[in-house]
């Protein structure tokens, strides 16, 4: 986070108006730009426990889950 700060808002084009993601990046500049370490909205233990569930699933589908 270091890097970054000092810089100013930064502005990167988008292809899609929304393509799903659109919240998730909203939030990790709001997050940037408040020099926080993770969101209070989705924490690290939070984003850790849904890899896992989705691993999970993917494992009971006989989906290789990659290492």
Do not use: H, I, K, T
């Not at 940037?32 to 890899?51: I, Q, R």
């Amino acid at each position: 986070l270091q890097a970054l700060r000092g810089r100013g808002p930064a502005r990167l084009p988008a292809r899609f108006a929304a393509n799903g993601f659109q919240y998730q990046a909203l939030e990790v500049a709001r997050c940037v730009a408040e020099g926080l370490g993770e969101s209070p909205v989705m924490p690290l233990d939070e984003s850790v426990a849904l890899m896992r569930l989705v691993d999970e699933a993917r494992a009971q589908m006989g989906v290789e889950v990659p290492a």
